[in-house]
Nanobody, 122 residues
């Protein structure tokens, strides 16, 4: 399985960006997919998850601003990020674990994207 990310970049506070994560290889209809981020000097944070049942979950820090979605036909996941602020600056990673129908706390993700830098600055 390979995850290839695209999107990201630099934006001013209040702006929007969209990240994409395209999966290829030996995929499974059962999965949990997540977006993580890590800022310099900070621990990795799980930002949002979505699973085979299309149930999204968000960290409190992004709830109401970020939207996780998927295009099953394209095996691609997205993270739409609106009303960005400087605290959203980080490297963002997608991750997928296959063989499970729903995301659970502590899910061990086997496959990771290469990362996308998001910088929010005035």
């Amino acid at each position: 399985v390979q995850l290839v990310q695209s999107g990201g970049g630099s934006v001013k506070p209040g702006g929007s960006l969209r990240l994409s994560c395209a999966a290829s290889g030996d995929l499974d209809a059962a999965y949990c997919m997540a977006w993580f981020r890590q800022a310099p000097g900070k621990e990795r944070e799980e930002v949002a998850t979505i699973d085979s049942g299309s149930f999204p979950h968000y960290a409190d820090s992004v709830k109401g601003r970020f939207t996780i979605s998927q295009d099953v036909a394209k095996d691609t996941f997205y993270l739409q990020m609106n009303t960005l602020n400087t605290e959203d600056t980080a490297m963002y990673y997608c991750a997928v674990e296959y063989g499970i129908w729903a995301c659970r706390p502590g899910t061990d993700f086997a496959f990771w994207g290469q990362g996308s830098q998001v910088t929010v600055s005035s």
